[in-house]
C-alpha cells in the first residue's frame, strides 16, 4: 500500500512538472515555428515594398534621361557662342523641362571648362567653374553614357536643398568633347515617396550607387552615408549583383535591419528595401504575448489544480499512514492480547496436566501404597503425557508447523468409516447423515490429521446443538476454491468437506476469531478452543482451506478444502500394520541425542530390549564413532534439533558416505520437518514412550535384514 502511495505521489509529481514542461516545450516550438514565419512573412512585406520603389526609381530615371535627351537635341549643333547668344530663350526651354520633372532641381548645360552656359535656374548664369564636380570630370574623361553622382551641397551663388546629379556628355560636331548635360535631382523626392510606402515601424528604403554612396535614405538622416565595397554589402552585391537578401548593421544610424537590395536595370543604382530586425521581434513578441495571454493562465490553473491534488493527496496519505500506524498498534495490541490468552490456555491446560503428574508422582512415592493404586497413578501419568502431546500437536497444526506424513488416500472411504466412530461419539440425540458420492475423491494429506479435523468440526457442531439436532457431513469434488480466499489455485482442484449442523449458529462478529487458539464461547471446563484451530492448521499446511457459513438460529457449515489428486495415483489401503512384540535383541545402536536426560532414557529402554548403546551428545561425535567402525553400528538413532549440524543434516551426511544403517529420527518439533518433511527416514515424535521405541527399533533393524537377505550372493 505504501508504495502504491508513493506512485501516486511520484506520479503527480510527474505530472506537475509535465504541466510545466510540456507547455513550456510547446512554446518554445511554437517560438520557433512563429519566428519563422514571421521572418517569411516580414522577407515577403520588403520584397514587396522592394517592387514599389524599383518600379518607381525606374521610371523616375527613364524620365530624367527622357528629360536630357530632350536637352541634348534642342542644344545639338549649337557652339558656345550660339548658345550664350540664346540663353534667354534655353533658360526658359530649360526652366519648362525642371518645372515637368518634380523629381529634377535644375537642368544644366556646361561648356568643355566647367562653366555654366545656360540653366534653369538664373539667367544669365554666374561665371562659376564646375570643374571639380565629379559629374563634369567623369564625362571629361570619356562617353560613358548617363552618370549618377553623389550628393552634393548647392554651390555659391546658389543655394537650396541638396542634390545628386544625373548627366551625360555633350559632344562637338567633331565626337570632341564639348561639355556636359545635367540634371540635379532632389534626394527628398525619393525619401518623400519612401515615406509614404513605408509606413509600417521599421521601414528602411535607400537608393545606393554600386560604389556604396548612398543617394537617398528613409528614415532620413542629415549627413552623408556610404557602405564600403568591403563591407558586407560590398561582399555580398560581389557575390549577388542583380538582386539578395541580407541582414546588415548600417551605417547611417547603427540599426541592424533585414534587408533585400535590387540593381535597376541599365543604371548604376541600387533600390534598397528593408525593417529593422527589432521591428520583426516585435511582431513575433507580440504574437507569442497573446499565446502567452492564454498560456500563461491555462498553465498556472493546470499547474495549481495539480499541485492541490498533490497536496490533498499527500494529506490523505499522512491520514491513511496515521491510520495505518494506529490500526497497526490496535492489531499490535491484539496481537500481545492473543498472545496472552494462548499464554495461559497453554498455562492452564498444561499446569492441569502437571498437577496430575505432581499428585501421581508424589502417590508413587509412598511405600505402603497398594499395588492397584499404584497401577492406577502409573496409568495416570501415561494418559496425561498422552494428552499432554495432543494438546501440543494441536498447537503445532493450528502454527502450521506440524510435522505432516502426507500420502493419497480417498476422503470418501475415509468419511464413511469416520460416521460410525462419530455417531458414537457425539451421542444417540443426534443425526448424522453422510453424503458421499460413489466415486473416488482422492486427496493427498497426512490422513490422521485429516481424521482429527473431522472429528474436531463434529464435536464442535455437537456442542453448538447442545447434544440434539441434525449433522450432514458432505464430500464432493470442486473446481476452485472461494473467491475470498487466498489459497493458490489447483489445477485438478479441490475436494470439499462440508459438516454442517442445526445448532445455534455463528454471529458474523465473530467469524475472524472463531479459529483462534484457546477462544472458545464455551462454558468453562467444556472445550480448550483448540478444535478448530487444529483444522485451520491442517487446512493451510496442506495447501487447503477452510471456510464457516453460518445465519444465527439455524446452524452453521464447516468447509475442508484439500487438493484433490487425479491420475495415476493410488489410494493406500489404510494402516493395518501390527506392531512388531517388543522382544529383545542384540541390535547396536548409535544414539545421537543433545540432552543428557532424554538421551540417558532412550539408551536405557534400549539397553533393556538387549541392545548395545554408545550415546554421543552432537552430530560431530557421532560421525567420529562412525568414521572408527561403521559396521558395528546396527541403528542410528537421532535427534533432529541439536547445536551445530541437525539429525536431519547427520542423516544425508551418512547417506552421502553410503553407510548401509538405519536411520531414525526423533522430534518434538523442527521447523525444517514441518516445511520440508522427515525426507524418507523414520521419524519418531517427542513425547514417546519406551513401547513406541522398541516398535520403531524392531522396524528398521527388520527392514535391515530383509534387505541383506534378499541381497545376491558374491
Known amino acids: ?61 527613364e524620365t530624367i534621361d527622357r528629360g536630357l535627351a530632350e536637352v541634348t537635341e534642342v542644344v545639338r549643333g549649337m557652339g558656345d557662342a550660339d548658345i550664350g547668344a540664346r540663353e534667354k530663350s534655353l533658360h526658359e526651354r530649360l526652366r519648362q523641362v525642371a518645372m515637368a520633372l518634380p523629381q529634377v532641381k ?47 551641397t548647392p554651390r555659391p551663388p546658389y543655394q537650396g536643398s541638396r542634390f545628386f546629379s544625373v548627366g551625360r556628355r555633350r559632344n562637338g560636331d567633331d565626337g570632341s568633347f564639348a561639355g556636359v548635360i545635367q540634371a540635379s535631382v532632389l534626394p527628398e523626392y525619393f525619401e518623400n515617396f519612401y515615406a509614404r510606402i513605408g509606413r509600417e515601424p521599421g521601414s528602411f528604403l535607400a537608393l545606393i550607387r554600386t560604389d556604396g554612396a548612398v543617394l537617398a535614405h528613409f528614415p532620413a538622416v542629415g549627413h552623408d552615408v556610404r557602405f564600403q565595397p568591403s563591407g558586407p554589402l560590398g561582399r555580398q552585391i560581389v557575390a549577388s549583383p542583380e538582386a539578395g537578401t541580407m541582414t546588415i548593421q548600417s551605417p547611417a544610424d547603427g540599426i541592424e535591419r533585414r534587408m533585400r537590395y535590387q540593381r535597376l536595370a541599365e543604371y548604376p543604382v541600387y533600390v534598397s528595401a528593408g525593417l529593422e530586425t527589432s521591428a520583426i521581434q516585435s511582431r513575433w513578441m507580440s504574437t507569442m504575448a497573446q499565446h502567452l495571454i492564454f498560456g500563461i493562465p491555462a498553465t498556472a490553473l493546470l499547474f495549481g489544480l495539480l499541485a492541490l491534488a498533490f497536496r490533498r493527496t499527500q494529506r490523505l496519505q499522512e491520514e491513511a499512514n496515521r ?16 498472545l496472552g490468552q494462548l499464554t495461559g490456555g497453554v498455562a492452564h491446560d498444561f499446569n492441569n496436566l502437571l498437577t496430575v503428574i505432581r499428585a501421581s ?71 448424522i447423515t453422510a453424503q458421499v458420492p460413489d466415486e473416488t475423491c482422492l486427496v493427498n494429506a497426512d490422513a490422521g490429521q485429516f481424521e482429527t479435523a473431522i472429528i474436531n468440526m463434529a464435536v464442535n457442531a455437537r456442542d453448538a446443538m447442545d447434544g440434539v439436532g441434525r449433522l450432514t457431513i458432505a464430500v464432493r469434488a470442486v473446481d476452485r476454491l472461494p473467491s475470498a480466499t487466498s489459497t493458490p489455485p489447483n489445477s485438478p482442484g479441490h475436494v470439499a468437506v462440508s459438516v454442517t449442523d442445526t445448532g445455534v449458529g455463528i454471529p458474523q462478529e465473530l467469524f475472524g476469531r472463531i479459529f483462534e487458539p484457546f477462544y472458545t464461547t464455551k462454558e468453562v471446563g467444556h472445550g480448550t478452543g483448540l478444535g478448530l484451530s487444529q483444522v485451520f492448521g491442517f487446512a493451510k ?56 536426560e532424554v538421551g540417558k532414557f532412550a539408551a536405557d529402554t534400549l539397553t533393556q530390549l538387549g541392545c548395545t548403546c554408545v550415546l554421543v551428545d552432537n552430530a560431530t561425535h557421532a560421525l567420529e564413532e562412525l568414521a572408527v567402525d561403521a559396521d558395528r553400528f546396527d541403528l542410528v538413532f537421532t535427534d533432529v534439533v541439536m547445536p551445530g549440524m541437525s539429525g536431519i543434516e547427520l542423516a544425508e551426511e551418512i547417506r552421502r558416505q553410503r553407510l548401509d544403517l538405519p536411520i531414525v529420527l526423533a522430534s518434538g518439533y523442527s521447523q525444517v520437518l514441518s516445511q520440508q518433511g522427515s525426507g524418507g527416514f523414520e521419524l519418531l515424535q517427542k513425547p514417546y514412550s519406551a513401547e513406541q521405541l522398541a516398535r520403531v527399533l524392531h522396524k528398521a533393524t527388520r527392514s535391515r535384514r530383509l534387505k541383506r537377505d534378499q541381497a545376491p550372493a558374491e
Not at 544644366?108 to 554666374?126: C, H, K, T, Y
Not at 491510520?323 to 492473543?338: D, F, S, Y
Not at 499404584?374 to 510435522?403: G, M
Open 106 to 152: 535644375s537642368v544644366w548645360v556646361f561648356d568643355a571648362n566647367g562653366r555654366a552656359l545656360v540653366n534653369s535656374l538664373v539667367q544669365p548664369a554666374p561665371d562659376v567653374d564646375f570643374s571639380d564636380r565629379d559629374y563634369f570630370r567623369i564625362h571629361a574623361q570619356g562617353d560613358i553614357g548617363t552618370y549618377i553622382g553623389e550628393v552634393l
Open 323 to 338: 491510520r495505518i500506524e494506529a490500526e497497526e498498534a490496535l492489531r499490535h495490541g491484539q496481537r500481545l492480547e492473543a
Open 541 to 596: 499446511q496442506s495447501g487447503g482451506e477452510v471456510t464457516v457459513t453460518s445465519e444465527v438460529g439455524k446452524g452453521a457449515t464447516f468447509t475442508l478444502y484439500l487438493p484433490r489428486v487425479v491420475g495415476g495415483h493410488g489410494a493406500r489401503a489404510q494402516r493395518t500394520e501390527d506392531a512388531p512384540s517388543v522382544d529383545r535383541t542384540n541390535a547396536s545402536v548409535l544414539i545421537v541425542e543433545d540432552n543428557a
Open 361 to 431: 508422582v508424589d502417590m508413587l512415592r509412598r511405600p505402603d501404597l497398594p499395588e492397584p493404586r499404584r497401577q492406577r497413578y502409573i496409568d495416570a501419568i501415561s494418559n496425561t503425557v498422552n494428552r499432554a502431546a495432543k494438546l501440543t500437536n494441536q498447537l503445532l497444526a493450528f502454527a502450521r508447523r506440524q510435522t505432516l506424513k502426507p500420502e493419497v488416500f480417498d476422503a470418501c472411504q475415509n468419511v464413511r468409516t469416520l460416521s460410525e466412530m462419530i455417531a458414537t461419539l457425539i451421542g444417540a440425540r443426534i443425526e
Open 1 to 61: 500500500m505504501q508504495t502504491a502511495q508513493r506512485n501516486s505521489l511520484r506520479l503527480l509529481q510527474w505530472m506537475m512538472a509535465a504541466a510545466l514542461a510540456l507547455p513550456l516545450a510547446l512554446f518554445v516550438f511554437a517560438s520557433a515555428m512563429s519566428w519563422i514565419s514571421i521572418s517569411e512573412a516580414a522577407d515577403r512585406e520588403i520584397q514587396r515594398t522592394l517592387d514599389v520603389a524599383h518600379e518607381h526609381a525606374l521610371k523616375v530615371f
